[in-house]
């Protein structure tokens, strides 16, 4: 297989092209659905979580420019449990189908959501980097953990 080369040194600027753009005009919020799905697309591709380790804008950033202001902690283990996982990508997918509903079929509400939703999971995981290590976010995100389960059904699935 060919080895990919990562693109965490500069992906950080379509997170923050995202958040600038959507703050000049919501409209551009439902750009967010790319930064859900894009994840999910490679990892039924069969690829896993090479977005986490070579692609996300969110763990570049964390990654860049945390390490400048992080306190440094480990992480506390119950955190960094499946069943915690489990739970943190529960509870954001019901928040975010709740919100999608509330927003019915108007896409300026759409977009909204979609930027709340990356604006709140980021303000989040900006805290948890500067707290704890500058990418605890990456231990508990709920598009990684995602991946991980498409991963592990699809090799179990070939494993049958």
Do not use: E
Request: with cysteine; hydrophobic share 50%.
């Amino acid at each position: 297989m060919k080895k990919v080369r990562s693109h965490m040194s500069w992906t950080w600027i379509l997170m923050v092209t995202f958040f600038i753009l959507s703050i000049l005009d919501i409209r551009f919020g439902i750009l967010g659905f790319i930064c859900m799905g894009t994840p999910l697309y490679l990892a039924l591709r069969g690829k896993g979580k090479i977005h986490c380790a070579k692609y996300c804008p969110r763990g570049s950033f964390l990654g860049n420019f945390l390490k400048y202001v992080t306190i440094d902690n480990a992480l506390p283990k119950k955190i960094n449990t499946p069943k915690f996982r489990n739970g943190v990508l529960i509870f954001m997918l019901t928040v975010f189908g709740i919100s999608l509903l509330n927003a019915g079929m108007n896409f300026n509400k759409i977009a909204m959501t979609m930027f709340r939703f990356m604006l709140v999971s980021s303000i989040v995981s900006i805290l948890m980097g500067v707290f704890f290590k500058p990418r605890s976010w990456c231990q508990i995100c709920p598009m990684g953990h995602a991946t991980a389960l498409i991963k592990k059904t699809q090799t179990n699935k070939n494993k049958s």
